[in-house]
């Protein structure tokens, strides 16, 4: 692997034995693991790409716990990693060979739920898909589901801004959270948001959901939720090509019609996917959508027709749609299962997640192919379309030599491509390691010093996650200087997106 | 100063910083009698900074300089059958102003929703990127002009609520979604305030997809209260969700229907807070909903009046007596609440925003520090 990390301190490695054992001190018995064997399961999370052994872990199961680690680590100059339940796709969990990873699985409960003010106070180990479990029974629901869902903590979540195929029309994350309780890297322990809307003062929860862990661990979160609407029709739509798919997400946008999910996938995709679990996708088409609507019945069966017009005026070739719910589901088999399918006609994949303006699709997937000949490796795409955030799958063998790197170039072409029309580097992933050496392609100097200033305001000594999200790591001093000299600021007219 | 570029408030800034004088932003000016006054301060008016850089309502997203009027940009995405999603309040009236003289810079920084926040998210859920001068007076951008991102921090979020406190914004790009076809509101009569909330809270955990829930009471509505359920969406479906709503309504009395122009004209009040127009003392005190009656009941008794909107998660209070009592009403229900309207005097004594714990107060200074770290923006206004 060709990832730089910082350089591990021979300092701290030299006193591994002391901070295990004033880790022990604030976290007793199991909680705090130092052995070879015991660490190997956390030297990595879901990109397994790359793997890197903590000097230590430790499982605090209170915030006090938490406060004392940290407050402690600080004073000693010690690195930390939070981790929730190491399912990040970009590395936002690696660990620092000269740092302690601090797991919050521990905190696995639900605290309270309020079906009054409609949300839910939940520790951040709890699983995505346990939220919606504690509120099912009386008709609610938590809304964004990662695919994730049945394995990520709503900790990664809050971390990652986490999304998922119905935050075209429920939110992200950011738009789902009230509140948390936050840990500083100095042990203070504070309260953002609540169980109301809106903060009093600056929106600080909202700059610590998505900071990927760079901003303070979280203890608490208070989350939105909803009550389950009344039904879900889908419809499978096949289009000869993947313009007329594109033009057709586009016109049901445009004609005011907000789908709960709208998936798009290429022709490899759908082969892929129809191979694995054979639910009749359609074969003899270029691109197929799956657009799924929900609300109460009228509404359902109101836009099913008005999609199905939409999707015929725009050449589609094969439509059906769901007539009950064992059809809707099989629906979505194949999309739920894309990832595996994918996996069963390639020994390896890359899955990539850039976000572009959707009327771009064509000449991206066009660029793409152009991309996947030079490279000599395929790519199926399956599409997040309502919302422009693409998943090229890229297929490799990691057994051949040479092919992990190229798919890695590959990948990078793919996210710049995405940020030259106007798009971004990770649409729901996040930055982590991954994406770290392609932040400069989206963002100016100026742009990512001003994100760690931010940084720097939650921790100045640099402690928590470094290496993550940030190509190059600035001292607190260096980028709180002003330059300003006779009026003139220094880069006055730098390009920018 | 009224800069007509970003290099014209790359200037002023840059002056600001070298000469010690502090910057107040300004957009279309409804809202400056809100916060202590700043005699010192120099205005910055960003109304010159103005128009659509970008419109494509397919890909839901619209990119607009910060001086652009906000009626002019309703009146672009509307003519695309969309709207502005955060359904931004306006403070023009009962400042003493007039209606629609908000900028979209305004509304954004100051982070004021209206009525539809409830269902629909806030200017907070809605501003997907900006490029902006911070008090360094160096141009930044953060955020995208795409509605699904996570790369790097969510800087947009400070954005909306910063009031002018961190840099000015000289671009943004918002979220827009389209506007329902239909609106119709369904109410009923009488309720005291807890029964009120407890019915909006059965309609906002029902699936009848309510769009907008608000409680006028009897002071506020010829002497009867009214409790009032709004539902946007497509023809049929508004239909069906009517007849559920009404169904719900029925175990508390007859349901009333207001249609068309009545529903308009209903939720254009609140926009603009009609009901409570005037010069009282007027807060506007963010709760979770079931703290709602809790506030009113301490305040009442003592001469408020006051209405819910957001099922009660927003209570506008008009109220003269001591601000010591809204604050620790508002904090005792686990909110916080705004001074919004007040003479001069109060208003250079009584914070405007809610004091935050100690911890967060350090936090919120730090991240101020982090965008101007010579305090060009510290107007002493917030």
Request: aromatic share 4%.
């Amino acid at each position: 692997m060709t990832l730089k990390m910082p350089q591990p301190e021979a300092a701290v490695l030299a006193r591994r034995a002391a901070i295990v054992a004033a880790l022990r001190r604030i976290v007793p018995g199991e909680g705090v693991i130092a052995d070879p064997d015991g660490l190997r399961p956390f030297e990595s999370d879901g990109l397994t790409a790359y793997r890197q052994p903590p000097m230590v872990v430790v499982l605090p199961e209170t915030t006090e716990q938490v406060s004392q680690v940290l407050r402690w680590c600080h004073d000693e100059g010690v690195k930390v990693v939070p981790r929730g339940s190491g399912t990040s796709l970009s590395g936002g969990a690696l660990p620092l060979a000269d740092g302690v990873l601090l797991g919050l699985s521990k905190f696995n409960r639900v605290l309270e739920v309020d079906y009054d003010d409609r949300l839910a106070v939940v520790q951040p180990g709890v699983t995505n898909l346990a939220v919606t479990q504690a509120v099912e029974a009386r008709g609610f629901y938590y809304a964004p589901d990662p695919s994730s869902q049945i394995a990520c903590s709503i900790g990664g979540n809050v971390a990652e801004n986490s999304g998922g195929v119905h935050c075209l029309k429920y939110g992200l994350t950011t738009n789902n959270v009230l509140g948390v309780e936050l840990v500083m890297m100095d042990g203070e322990i504070v309260r953002l948001g609540g169980r109301h809307l809106d903060a009093a003062g600056l929106d600080l929860l909202g700059v610590v959901v998505g900071s990927e862990g760079l901003l303070g661990v979280v203890t608490e979160v208070t989350v939105r939720i909803l009550p389950k609407p009344e039904g879900a029709r889908a419809l499978l739509i096949g289009f000869p090509s993947v313009e007329s798919a594109g033009q057709c997400v586009a016109d049901v946008i445009a004609g005011g019609i907000i789908p709960a999910g709208m998936e798009m996938m290429d022709r490899l995709a759908i082969e892929a996917a129809e191979a694995f679990v054979k639910v009749g996708y359609p074969l003899d088409v270029d691109a197929l959508l799956i657009v799924e609507l929900d609300g109460v019945g009228a509404e359902c069966d109101h836009l099913i027709d008005e999609v199905t017009r939409i999707a015929e005026a725009n050449g589609s070739t094969t439509l059906s749609a769901s007539r009950d719910e064992a059809e809707r589901l099989a629906f979505w088999a194949g999309r739920k299962a894309a990832f595996p399918a994918v996996g069963r006609i390639s020994p390896d994949y890359y899955c990539m997640d850039g976000t572009i303006p959707r009327r771009r699709l064509p000449d991206v997937l066009e660029r793409m192919a152009q991309l996947s000949a030079k490279y000599g490796l395929g790519v199926a795409n399956v599409f997040h379309a309502g919302d422009g955030n693409l998943h090229p799958l890229i297929l490799y063998d990691a057994n051949k030599p040479g092919e992990l790197d190229r798919a890695e170039a590959f990948g990078s072409d793919i996210l710049r491509l995405c940020v030259e029309v106007g798009g971004v580097l990770t649409g729901e992933h996040g930055v982590g390691v991954e994406k770290r050496d392609l932040m400069p392609d989206m963002f100016g100097e100026e742009d990512l010093a001003q994100q760690q200033r931010v940084k720097c305001a939650f921790d100045p000594k640099g402690l928590l996650n470094p290496g993550k999200v940030f190509p190059t790591l600035h001292r607190c001093a260096e980028l709180g200087r002003m330059h300003i000299h006779r009026g003139q600021v220094p880069h006055p007219d730098l390009p920018r997106f | 100063m009224r800069p007509t570029t970003e290099q014209e408030v790359r200037d002023a800034i840059a002056d600001a910083i070298r000469s010690g004088a502090t910057l107040d932003i300004k957009g279309g000016g409804s809202k400056a009698a809100i916060g202590a006054p700043r005699p010192e301060a120099t205005v910055l008016d960003l109304s010159a900074i103005a128009g659509v850089v970008d419109y494509d309502p397919a890909e839901l997203v619209l990119t607009v300089r910060p001086g652009t009027p906000l009626a002019e940009v309703e009146a672009l995405v509307a003519e695309r059958g969309q709207r502005v999603a955060f359904d931004p309040f306006d403070h023009g009236p009962i400042l003493g102003g007039t209606a629609g003289a908000a900028t979209i810079g305004g509304v954004v920084a100051a982070g004021v929703s209206g009525s539809l926040r409830l269902s629909g998210g806030g200017a907070r859920d809605h501003l997907l990127g900006l490029r902006a001068v911070s008090g360094r007076g160096e141009v930044f951008v953060a955020g995208a002009k795409v509605v699904k991102n996570v790369t790097g921090y969510d800087l947009p979020k400070l954005a909306a609520g910063s009031r002018g406190r961190l840099f000015a914004i000289t671009e943004m790009t918002l979220k827009v979604l389209p506007r329902a076809p239909i609106a119709a509101t369904r109410a009923v009569a009488g309720l005291d305030p807890a029964a009120a909330v407890r019915l909006m809270a059965a309609a906002m955990g029902s699936q009848a997809e309510v769009g907008a829930a608000a409680y006028l009471p009897a002071a506020l509505n010829h002497g009867q209260s009214l409790t009032l359920l709004r539902l946007l969406g497509f023809g049929p479906s508004v239909a069906a969700r009517c007849r559920m709503i009404e169904t719900l309504l029925g175990a508390h009395g007859a349901a009333v229907a207001l249609d068309g122009d009545e529903d308009t004209a209903c939720w254009a009040a609140l926009r603009t807070l009609a009901p409570l127009a005037g010069d009282t003392c007027l807060w506007r005190v963010n709760v979770p909903p079931s703290g709602a009656p809790s506030v009113v009941t301490a305040l009442e008794p003592l001469g408020s009046r006051w209405l819910f909107d957001w099922a009660g998660g927003l209570v506008w209070i008009a109220f003269d007596g001591d601000a010591a009592l809204v604050r620790n009403a508002a904090t005792a229900a686990g909110g916080h609440a705004m001074l919004i309207r007040a003479p001069e005097a109060l208003r250079a004594a009584v914070p405007a925003l809610h004091p935050p714990a100690p911890g967060v107060a350090a936090l919120e200074e730090r991240v101020r520090r982090a965008f101007d770290p010579a305090g060009v923006f510290e107007t002493g206004r917030f």
